[in-house]
């Protein structure tokens, strides 16, 4: 089972074609071990580590097995703590090894790592891992894995170690493409981050969209933060945006900022979604966020800790969805008279004693709403009408 120098050059020629630029992780690896298998190198199994930048996602795990799908294991954000990493192979690269061998075959007591242990009840005879060192520092790898009577030949991981650095180009582009798209839904939304990627990133550049919208804030929030230290503040703030963000997501709502201890988010209208669809998840998300305040008080006020609580304004229309700032300095949002007037229902929250108040526009998409009158509010000449569910009473 060879590798000459010559089939390297081919692994290194598919690796670095330009076709192969789009690929996924899972696509790469199982591309590679394709191709390997082609040249007649007997694999059984191929792990491979793609670091990622992300606030829940730690890395990326590709498994491929021969005979079977390759699959993706998503490592969170905690898993350096855990008692498998700890006794992994991962480890010891991470720790700056840069070569791990285990003849699997020539061993006869238990083997140093448990997930070896494992490959040699499932067969394996020969398992070497290297490290995919990234040009920021950070630290992959990738093992191979043979179930050939006498393990790998050498010259196979002679060749494979070649490969070493066009291994690690090909899997940083890929990981800083999905770093990329992931940090960017993180920051602006994903319909942002799709504008952004797409290339919308021209001051002034914006399109028109219609659209479910939400503006909401917390009661007494400056009052609080003067009296509570910073720490006790910021936990208090992502105890509820981690609440209101998982009901707007969960209802096909976008989350577009926060402001201070508001929140914009959007409900897009178009092919999927209709006004009376969008107006009625966004109204659902609210009434469940509502639901979920609650359960975080009571929790809070068990534990004799500040709380708060929400007023959530929804409307609907249309709005300019773009790029403002300055040529440096960017913000990806919505503006327009629909987002101010949200703002400004907000503000009749606390006034109206309700939690969540919708607009007339936003009533006629939805059910059963209770007009509370007209009401003045800055910056608009004429007075607005504003209506509530009965379950959104104070």
């Known amino acids: 089972m060879g590798l000459s120098s010559e089939r390297s050059g081919l692994v290194a020629e598919w690796l670095a074609n330009s076709q192969a630029h789009s690929l996924t992780c899972e696509e790469i690896?199982?591309?590679?071990?394709?191709?390997?298998?082609?040249?007649?190198v007997e694999l059984f199994r191929v792990s491979a580590a793609f670091p990622s930048l992300h606030s829940l996602i730690r890395g990326r795990q590709v498994v491929w097995e021969r005979g079977r799908n390759v699959r993706t294991i998503i490592r969170r954000q905690g898993t350096?703590?855990?008692?498998?990493?700890?006794?992994?192979?991962?480890?010891v690269i991470h720790d700056g090894a840069t070569f791990?061998?285990?003849?699997?075959?020539?061993?006869?007591?238990?083997?140093?790592?448990?997930?070896?242990?494992e490959l040699k009840t499932a067969g394996a005879t020969d398992y070497f891992a290297m490290p995919i060192p990234f040009s920021t520092g950070v630290v992959g790898y990738i093992s191979w894995t043979t179930d050939a009577p006498n393990g790998f030949d050498e010259t196979v991981v002679t060749d494979l170690l070649s490969l070493t650095r066009i291994i690690a180009l090909r899997c940083e582009l890929e990981s800083t493409n999905f770093s990329s798209k992931a940090l960017l839904a993180s920051y602006l939304g994903k319909s942002a981050a799709k504008e952004v990627l797409g290339g919308n990133v021209k001051l002034g550049q914006s399109?028109?969209?219609?659209a479910a919208i939400w503006f909401s804030d917390l009661r007494n929030f400056t009052k609080l933060a003067d009296q509570c230290p910073p720490n006790e503040t910021l936990m208090l703030l992502n105890s509820y945006f981690e609440a209101l963000t998982?009901?707007?997501?969960?209802?096909?709502?976008?989350?577009?900022?926060?402001?201070?201890?508001?929140?914009?988010?959007?409900?897009?209208?178009?092919?999927?979604?209709?006004?009376?669809?969008?107006?009625?998840?966004a109204k659902l998300a609210a009434l469940e966020s509502l639901s979920k305040i609650d359960a975080i008080n009571l929790a809070r006020k068990n534990e004799e800790r500040i709380i708060s609580d929400v007023g959530i304004a929804l409307h609907v229309g249309e709005v300019a969805f773009g790029n403002i700032g300055a040529p440096d300095r960017l913000d990806f949002t919505v503006i327009g008279p629909c987002v101010n007037l949200a703002a400004r229902i907000e503000g009749l929250c606390s006034k109206l004693n309700?939690?969540?108040l919708v607009?007339?526009?936003f009533a006629a998409n939805s059910e059963e709403f209770t007009s509370l009158g007209s009401h003045n509010v800055k910056g608009?000449?004429?007075?607005?009408?504003?209506?509530r569910p009965e379950t959104a009473k104070k």
């Open 80 to 91: 350096l703590d855990t008692f498998e990493y700890r006794k992994s192979p991962a480890k």
């Open 29 to 40: 690896i199982s591309g590679l071990c394709q191709l390997l298998l082609d040249l007649n």
């Open 354 to 356: 309700s939690r969540l």
């Open 380 to 387: 608009i000449d004429s007075e607005i009408e504003v209506f």
């Open 100 to 117: 791990i061998r285990q003849r699997i075959w020539q061993s006869e007591g238990p083997e140093i790592f448990p997930v070896i242990e």
């Open 246 to 281: 998982k009901c707007i997501q969960d209802r096909n709502g976008e989350v577009l900022k926060y402001i201070g201890d508001g929140i914009l988010a959007i409900f897009p209208i178009g092919s999927a979604l209709d006004s009376v669809d969008a107006c009625r998840n």
């Open 359 to 361: 607009s007339a526009e």
């Open 207 to 210: 399109s028109s969209m219609t």
